[in-house]
């Protein structure tokens, strides 16, 4: 069964950080470029971040600019989202997305699997 699973997600107080990882299950992440996807209660989904196949290129949602970073590890076969100085307005449900191309798309569509979600709330 071909699956991404985030995990890392949970409760932390403003300016505090957590590291998001996104794993895959029955292929390899190392042909897909990779996207980080937020949805806040009653909002639209938007882009956080992304990341070429080969980990070369990334980019950042102005929002998150300076505070998330995104990485991957291809032995562990995740990809990972480190989020520094985390404010309120981040609480969302985080996920990620495989995109089978090696830079990052420019459209949702192109993002063939996605994982089912993680909580993140940020909150004193």
């Known amino acids: 069964q071909l699956q991404l699973v985030e995990s890392g997600g949970g409760l932390v107080q403003p300016g505090g950080s957590l590291r998001l990882s996104c794993s895959a299950s029955?292929?390899?992440?190392?042909?897909?470029?990779i996207g980080w996807f937020r949805q806040a209660p009653g909002q639209e989904r938007e882009g956080v971040s992304c990341i070429s196949s080969g980990g070369g290129s990334t980019n950042y949602a102005d929002s998150v600019k300076g505070r998330f970073t995104i990485s991957r590890v291809s032995a562990k076969n995740t990809v990972y989202l480190q989020m520094n100085s985390l404010k309120p307005e981040d609480t969302a449900v985080y996920y990620c997305?495989?995109?089978?191309?090696?830079?990052?798309?420019?459209?949702?569509?192109?993002?063939?699997?996605w994982g089912q979600g993680t909580q993140v709330t940020v909150s004193s």
């Open positions: 997305a495989a995109a089978y191309r090696s830079s990052c798309p420019t459209r949702r569509s192109e993002y063939y699997y």
């Open positions: 029955g292929f390899t992440l190392d042909y897909y470029a």
